[in-house]
């Protein structure tokens, strides 16, 4: 089978209860649309988890994004920087954003690896890709973190910038796609604000699939079943 689970901000501990419930083997894949990290107590747990499984797939979100330009700033792996390391005042007010957003966790959670997990974490990061289309059950599935920026049916996905994925808010009152059987399905913005009703449980409609239940906010972590439709809960995580 293939599942998908979006958002799940470091909730490491509902992150393994939800694998369990739905019964999670190798045999399986997992797709997870991005922000491992950042806001939940335990981001690096999921990554190290994530990145031991070779059946998971993990593409770019905007916080795992963010993540990854600011610690590949610092010379703190084992490799050479790329990137350089004069810390400028941007570099250093763009840290103090991030960590108000939650990147806490993500700092304290790095700086506790060796230098070479830290530098097998970057690697990973780096190679996250910025979308995935998977076929299942005579459907395809258009997966991406937050959206598709200034969408347009004829644009080849390739031809999109990663920022055109990870930073979108979906319209989800819009059909992206004409095809019955092509479903976009996103995580990023929490279901609570997209659903008529506001409860934390996977949103279908108008060709859309979202995944994000806010877990990190109290509502759920969710995985949805792309070859049976089946939606799978755990209770989110609480302060």
Same mark, same amino acid.
Not at 176 to 201: F, N
């Given at each position: 089978?293939?599942?998908?689970? !979006?958002? /799940?901000?470091?909730?490491?501990?509902?992150?393994?209860?939800?694998?369990?419930?739905? *019964?999670?083997?190798?045999? %399986?894949?997992?797709?997870?649309?991005?922000?491992?990290?950042?806001?939940?107590?335990?981001?690096?747990?999921?990554?190290?988890?994530?990145?031991?499984?070779?059946?998971?797939?993990?593409?770019?979100?905007?916080?795992?994004?963010?993540?990854?330009?600011?610690?590949?700033?610092?010379? /703190?792996?084992?490799?050479?920087?790329? *990137?350089?390391?004069?810390?400028?005042?941007?570099?250093?007010?763009?840290?103090?954003?991030?960590?108000?957003?939650?990147? +806490? !966790?993500? #700092?304290?959670?790095?700086?506790?690896?060796?230098? *070479?997990?830290? !530098?097998?974490?970057?690697?990973?990061?780096?190679?996250?890709?910025?979308?995935? +289309?998977?076929?299942?059950?005579?459907?395809?599935?258009?997966? #991406?973190?937050?959206?598709?920026? %200034?969408?347009?049916?004829?644009?080849?996905?390739?031809?999109?910038?990663?920022?055109?994925?990870?930073?979108?808010?979906?319209?989800?009152?819009?059909?992206?796609?004409? %095809?019955?059987?092509?479903?976009?399905?996103?995580?990023?913005?929490?279901?609570?604000? /997209?659903?008529? %009703?506001?409860?934390?449980?996977?949103?279908? =409609?108008?060709?859309?699939?979202?995944?994000?239940?806010?877990? #990190?906010?109290?509502?759920?972590?969710?995985?949805?079943?792309?070859?049976?439709?089946?939606?799978?809960? #755990?209770? =989110?995580?609480?302060?």
């Amino acid at each position: 089978m293939n599942y998908v689970i !979006s958002d /799940i901000h470091g909730c490491y501990e509902q992150y393994m209860k939800l694998l369990d419930k739905i *019964h999670f083997s190798e045999r %399986d894949t997992l797709y997870l649309l991005g922000d491992l990290v950042d806001r939940g107590p335990e981001p690096m747990e999921v990554v190290k988890d994530v990145m031991r499984r070779k059946n998971v797939v993990t593409i770019m979100g905007n916080h795992d994004y963010r993540a990854l330009q600011i610690l590949e700033r610092f010379d /703190i792996g084992e490799t050479p920087n790329p *990137h350089g390391t004069i810390i400028n005042s941007e570099d250093l007010l763009t840290c103090k954003y991030w960590i108000k957003d939650g990147g +806490k !966790s993500t #700092v304290q959670g790095f700086l506790n690896m060796s230098l *070479h997990e830290r !530098s097998e974490f970057l690697d990973y990061f780096r190679k996250m890709p910025s979308y995935q +289309k998977v076929t299942a059950a005579d459907k395809t599935y258009i997966l #991406v973190h937050g959206g598709i920026r %200034d969408f347009e049916e004829s644009k080849p996905l390739e031809q999109y910038k990663l920022q055109d994925f990870i930073y979108e808010r979906t319209d989800y009152e819009r059909r992206y796609y004409s %095809d019955p059987s092509i479903y976009l399905v996103t995580g990023h913005t929490p279901t609570q604000l /997209i659903r008529k %009703d506001m409860e934390p449980l996977i949103y279908e =409609g108008a060709g859309h699939i979202a995944v994000d239940c806010g877990c #990190v906010f109290g509502g759920n972590l969710a995985a949805y079943c792309l070859e049976t439709g089946e939606c799978a809960y #755990v209770k =989110g995580y609480e302060k």
